[in-house]
């Protein structure tokens, strides 16, 4: 889609105020932004997200470097704004409203439930279930396609520790007896 040439140039040109700039690199990387914060936060992505966004335009002025550099700058705020979201969270737990009208509630179309099983959102959901340093390594590493010095960055880890944590992750992931189920399935059951 775009090239880091691409990027590059959206980059110089956002940071020195440019909004198409922006847009690019907001239209580049909010897919991959918003699948790490879906695991890091559930519901409220979008909602952080945002707040990872804003804060990015107010201070990409002040950021000096390349794509892959901008990329770790990014998710670096992203994760600060999660863990703020955490522990809005733990602060404050939301009380759900009293209760809806169940029989007004449009009932689920079974083939976009089976779609969702085996798409993106199935797979957030199982990456999720991993404990955090390894959800948060696998989602930086293989999702986002940080670098592992990067990685390390976003997480204030050495990169030996990044390694160990998405090999253990993946290594669960692959041991799941979900994952393992579609593994074995032939193409035509999928």
């Known amino acids: ?30 897919p991959a932004v918003l699948r790490y914060l879906r ?16 804060q990015a335009a107010r201070d990409l002025h002040r950021f000096d470097g390349d794509v892959a550099a901008f990329r770790g700058w990014l998710f670096r705020i992203a994760r600060h704004r999660g863990i703020d979201e955490r522990r809005r969270v733990a602060r404050r737990p939301e009380q759900p409203a009293e209760s809806l009208d169940e029989s007004a509630a449009p009932g689920r179309d079974a083939a976009t439930e089976a779609l969702e099983q085996h798409g993106t959102g199935w797979a957030l959901g199982l990456i ?13 590493r293989v999702v986002a396609g940080l670098d592992v010095a990067t990685t390390a960055q ?37």
Do not use: Y
């Open 128 to 140: 999720a279930t991993l404990p955090a340093d390894q959800a948060e390594a696998v989602m930086l």
């Open 154 to 190: 976003v997480l204030g880890k050495r990169p030996g520790a990044v390694r160990v944590a998405t090999m253990r992750g993946l290594r669960r992931l692959a041991e799941n007896p979900q994952v393992s189920a579609l593994r074995f399935s032939s193409p035509g059951e999928v």
């Open 39 to 54: 695991v890091v936060v559930g519901d409220t992505a979008e909602d952080v997200a945002s707040e990872t966004w804003l």
């Open 1 to 30: 889609m775009w090239g880091d040439d691409d990027l590059d140039a959206a980059l110089k040109a956002a940071a020195a105020g440019d909004q198409e700039g922006f847009a690019v690199l907001w239209r580049s990387q909010q």
